[in-house]
């Protein structure tokens, strides 16, 4: 691969940041065949009740394009849970898999399926269930504007049958593509409960918050010929009693051709 010292470089900056965030709007385009992508996700939890402050995820991941409408991933996840004196931990391995499910422009809408699985890696006081996560991926542009929603459900796998229910969470993001360096957009993250037994809306997690969001041409920076250099930076504001107060998040992809 012609671009492998470009991949070890982006693999070294990225690793120690390694971990599991939950905070990020998947697209249905995300499919780039003849690429690597390398993607770190991370967001960081901020509170003044100290039992809900200081909780922090990340992630560290690989992928790729299988075809021109399967796009696969291979995720390591960490977390560190609310409250002080809590140690971060290595706490999942996930597959992602994002299935295209039209051509982009042909449909009023582009639509796709996202599926992962994640095999809990801890043990122990920290033991968690592996979990399944699955649901559809709208996309649309309106004037100057791309519309993402992801409709996500998500079951946990393991022997307590008080969580074999889908828990049912949504994202969406409306980006301004004014600038490619840099555009301002807005998100919104929701976690309804089970489903069958969601909770009032006060007691349902729900963040709103601005984002940046950008890409850079990797040779513009003197990286290599061609790929680019993504990120995404925002601020999430709780809106409910049940919601963190704040929580920052970040995202970091290199895409590499070979």
Known sequence: MKHFPVALTALALLAPLAARADFRVVSPSEIDLGELEIEHNGSAVFDRRPDANGARSYTLELGTGLTNW????????????????????????????????????????????????????????????????????????IGPTTNTLNLFFSRQLGPDQTSQRLDF??????????????????????????????PKLSQQQLMIGPVGVGSLRLNDLGLGRGGKLKYEIGYLFGTTPASPQGALRWRLEVEIPF
């Open 70 to 141: 399967w796009h696969s991933e291979v995720e390591l996840g960490f977390e560190r849970d609310s409250g002080s004196g809590q140690p971060t931990l290595l706490t999942q391995i996930v597959t992602e898999n994002m299935f295209q499910l039209t051509e982009p422009g042909e449909a009023f809408a582009d639509f796709g399926f996202y599926i992962e699985y994640g095999q809990s890696l801890t043990r122990g006081r920290y033991a968690a269930s592996n979990q399944v996560t699955f649901g559809p991926v709208i996309a649309k542009d």
């Open 169 to 198: 969470t949504y994202a969406w993001q409306t980006r301004w593509n004014i600038w490619q360096p840099l555009s301002p957009a807005i998100e919104i993250y929701g976690d309804a409960g089970p489903l069958g037994s969601s």
